[in-house]
């Protein structure tokens, strides 16, 4: 049976969204060492950039009939701040760890959504995706043994990256209640509009309200020169560029599919690494013994199949 051109698109679009994420890591961790101020000068103007080019997909989504803005902001607000603090945790952690460990590890987002919502009312979580818990905690367990001759600093970046995990939760909760916003509107005030509209004009406003917050840094950090720009630049293209792609495989194969090929992540930031390292990039990737290399690609993996018995139980 072949597999339809929307499907076909979804899957690109996954893998494309969890390939431009690995990169991400891997340009923020190779200029880590070379910005100072807790990854202000990096973080900062990438997310100016990140604002301004939403502005204008913002206006250009934005519907005819506003939302109601006591239906919108609270999530904005919510979603925008727990993530930008997600984001100074995974560079914090990125400074302690190479990629090929913190891109698996942010797999135990699923725990803390687990923990989140077995707290709040409503259905609770089946046995399964207490099993799918179970395994991404033994696949970060895998992952928190350093190999032999590992930096001490990266014992830290373990507990820096479930905090940045906690946050990416709490992030995740408020984006879905700002698509709901935008996708159902008060009846009264104005017509809901579709569901993958939503999620675009979701996805603009956040950055756009990240970039306003990121805006009043830029100046202070006098990046006056061309080459002060490369960094920003690169990280800003590819993590946008994730982002776009991972909406747009929401929008075509679903949340269910689209979280699983986005947590392929990992796998492929294993692999990277591995590859970097060997090429002799020993400032990104730390080189490690087949033992240790082959017990992150089982740990990769066996996260990515958590995430998968997470999502297909809880349908």
């Not at 060492?33 to 080019?53: D, E």
């Not at 100046?219 to 994730?242: E, I």
């Amino acid at each position: 049976m072949q597999p339809t051109p929307s499907l076909a698109l979804g899957i690109v679009a996954g893998l494309a969204a969890a390939a431009a994420s690995a990169v991400s890591y891997l340009v923020a961790r190779h200029h880590g060492g070379r910005t100072g101020g807790a990854g202000v000068r990096l973080l900062a103007p990438a997310h100016a950039l990140m604002g301004a080019f939403s502005l204008p997909l913002t206006w250009l989504l934005w519907p005819d009939a506003v939302p109601p803005v006591r239906g919108w902001l609270p999530p904005l607000l919510l979603s925008a701040g727990c993530y930008l603090v997600g984001q100074a945790c995974v560079y914090a952690a990125l400074l302690r760890m190479p990629a090929s460990r913190l891109a698996p590890l942010l797999g135990l987002k699923v725990v803390v959504l687990a923990v989140i919502v077995s707290c709040l009312p409503g259905e609770p979580l089946v046995a399964r995706q207490w099993c799918a818990v179970g395994l991404a905690v033994v696949a970060a367990l895998m992952l928190k043994r350093e190999p032999t001759g590992s930096r001490p600093a990266a014992a830290g970046g373990f507990a820096i990256v479930l905090v940045g995990c906690l946050f990416y939760a709490v992030s995740d909760l408020g984006i879905l209640g700002l698509i709901d916003a935008f996708h159902s509107p008060c009846a009264q005030c104005c017509p809901p509009i579709g569901r993958l509209h939503a999620g675009g004009l979701a996805m603009a406003v956040t950055y756009v309200f990240c970039g306003a917050i990121a805006l009043p840094f830029v100046p202070r950090l006098r990046l006056r020169a061309a080459g002060d720009w490369v960094a920003p630049v690169q990280y800003a293209a590819a993590w946008l560029g994730g982002m776009a792609a991972l909406y747009t495989c929401f929008g075509t194969v679903g949340l269910v599919f689209g979280n699983i090929l986005q947590s392929t992540r990992g796998i492929m930031a294993v692999v990277a690494g591995a590859a970097l390292a060997h090429l002799g990039w020993h400032d990104l990737e730390e080189r490690v013994d087949q033992a240790t290399l082959l017990r992150r690609l089982a740990a990769a993996a066996l996260m990515t199949a958590a995430i998968a018995l997470y999502v297909f139980a809880g349908t």
